[in-house]
């Protein structure tokens, strides 16, 4: 079965540092997704982007945190000063369409981000 | 906001017995979802239930769908050790599908 990969698996940071977290979602998908799980919590939903823009975000999807898509493969997560409470599992995920209800989404095995 | 809680959080139960779990939220989604997370991997899709009333049977494990389509449940049928993980009951909703997921259901099959 095709996957979502993510590199690092794990980044540990300073805090105040900026970190970008990849992602190389599945080559024929078109939307994709942005999740975190802080330990012991559940999964959160952060973003979705479609057609090269943010198409929805939550309200933890501060100016800190930005997406992109810089080269049609890859896809990004950026926090631009990281705080303590930014601490967490980060997965990305990837759908080919939206229009079929049971159309499944694919998570990578995540970035385990730890800010010192 | 939308939430969904699941029940119980913790369930330790001896191989071969059948267990169910609960997902309810105050908000109606398109479709629900149930997903299993192993440890360090991210959720990996079980089933997606979209019509009220629906029940989908995927080997020992029965999914529910509420006629009102704001709840569901998890049955599995004589556990077995390889079910432990965590389930994960997940609303569907929006024009690009947001996933929101629930607060999870730990289990764990003992031999």
């Known amino acids: 079965e095709p996957e979502v990969t993510q590199t690092p698996s794990h980044q540990v940071t300073q805090m105040g540092q900026e970190v970008i977290l990849r992602c190389v979602p599945i080559?024929?998908?078109?939307?994709f997704y942005w999740y975190r799980q802080i330990l012991g919590q559940k999964v959160e939903f952060l973003v979705s982007?479609?057609?090269?823009?943010?198409?929805?975000k939550s309200e933890i999807f501060d100016d800190q945190f930005s997406v992109e898509r810089p080269d049609g493969s890859n896809f990004t997560l950026k926090i631009r000063s990281t705080k303590l409470e930014d601490s967490a599992m980060y997965f990305c995920?990837?759908?080919?369409?939206?229009?079929?209800?049971?159309?499944?989404?694919?998570f990578g095995s995540g970035t385990q981000l730890s800010v010192l | 906001t939308q939430l969904l809680e699941q029940s119980p959080q913790f369930l330790s139960i001896q191989e071969g017995e059948n267990l169910t779990v609960y997902c309810n939220s105050s908000?109606?989604?398109?479709?629900l979802q149930w997903y299993r997370q192993e440890p360090g991997e991210g959720p990996v899709l079980l089933v997606t239930?979209?019509?009220?009333?629906e029940v989908k049977k995927l080997k020992r494990l029965t999914f529910q769908f509420g006629d009102a389509r704001k709840d569901s449940s998890l049955h599995i049928t004589a556990a077995q050790p390889g079910d432990t993980g965590l389930y994960l009951c997940?609303?569907?909703?929006?024009?690009?599908?947001?996933?929101?997921f629930g607060t999870g259901t730990k289990l764990q099959v003992i031999p």
């Open positions: 995920a990837s759908r080919y369409r939206v229009s079929r209800a049971n159309e499944k989404l694919f």
């Open positions: 080559s024929n998908h078109l939307y």
């Open positions: 982007f479609y057609n090269n823009e943010i198409s929805e």
């Open positions: 908000s109606v989604f398109s479709s």
């Open positions: 239930v979209v019509t009220g009333g």
């Open positions: 997940a609303g569907v909703s929006g024009g690009y599908q947001k996933v929101t």
